[in-house]
């Protein structure tokens, strides 16, 4: 397992791992093991707890059965250092692109609060000329990351977030999290409202990242062959299992039984709203 001081991937590691709203079960029986540099996948249909799991991997929803570690910190004990080393892709009413704002100023604002909060006292008290530079820096490392060129939008860098396709706001998200140089990436409903073509594309934006040694884990309906998939299902089942068949544990299928129900999910997520 990496070490908590790891400037690569996060090793993702659960077992018995659940969470229990007010009217139910969101997600429970998660069992995985992954190594840095992982596309995990959470497959399964609207409402089974998929992004419940994917807020409380990241340590922003805290479970409450079972354990989990990322990065060699547990789960739900090391919640705010999980935070810190992970980042939310897109996802719906927690981390969404504000559709009045341009793409140029989503940059600039996350670049900001990248400086301010992750930065040294002498990179702040650096001239202003040096700052600006390190900021176009980490902005076009993080556009070229996501395969996001800015001339090829409508208005360029002045377009405003609401006339984004969706691929192109899929990048643009992704790659305002990448700005923080994360060691855990989630992204919520990546296929949601694609073509097919765009779908390819996303899942090798995904796949891309995850080679640069970024662990990533995604929400979606279906998962690819080569993902390790955790499944979700409003049938009381789920289970773990890898691009090979494999349960990424122990060469073996898995499936847990468990009481997942929609309300229970809902309650969950509008819980970790008012924390």
């Known amino acids: 397992m990496d070490s ?8 993702v590691t659960a077992e018995g791992f659940g969470l229990k709203g007010p009217r139910g079960w969101a ?5 995985v093991a992954a190594e840095p540099g992982t596309l995990i996948t959470v497959e399964g249909p609207s409402g089974s707890g998929r992004t419940c799991l994917l807020l409380a991997l990241t340590g922003r929803m ?3 059965e079972g354990h989990a570690e990322i990065g060699g910190l547990r789960l739900p004990k090391k919640m705010a250092a999980v935070r810190a080393m992970s980042a939310l892709g897109p996802v719906t009413g927690v981390s969404e692109l504000d559709p009045a704002f341009t793409v140029a100023e989503h940059l600039r604002e996350r670049a900001l609060l990248q400086r301010r909060f992750d930065g040294s006292l002498r990179a702040l008290l650096r001239p202003r000329a040096e700052r ?3 900021a176009r820096a980490r902005i076009d490392t993080a556009l070229d990351a996501v395969g996001l060129d800015l001339d090829t939008l409508p208005k360029g860098a002045r377009t405003s977030v609401r006339d984004l396709e969706r691929l192109e706001a899929l990048r643009l998200s992704v790659g305002l999290a990448l700005m923080g140089e994360p060691r855990l990436l989630a992204v919520d409903d990546l296929d949601l409202k694609l073509s097919d073509a765009e779908r390819v594309l996303a899942w090798e934006l995904l796949r891309s990242v995850a080679r640069a040694g970024t662990t990533v884990v995604a929400v979606c309906s279906e998962a690819p062959d080569d993902a390790l998939r955790i499944t979700t299902g409003t049938d009381g089942t789920t289970g773990t299992d890898g691009s090979d068949g494999s349960d990424g544990t122990d060469g073996s299928d898995t499936e847990t039984e468990t009481e997942i129900t929609e309300e229970g999910a809902d309650d969950a997520i509008a819980e970790a709203g008012r924390a």
Request: charged content about 10%.
């Open 132 to 134: 600006a530079a390190a």
């Open 4 to 11: 908590p001081s790891s400037t690569h991937g996060a090793a």
């Open 27 to 31: 997600f429970r029986g998660v069992s």
């Open 62 to 64: 805290r479970a409450t």
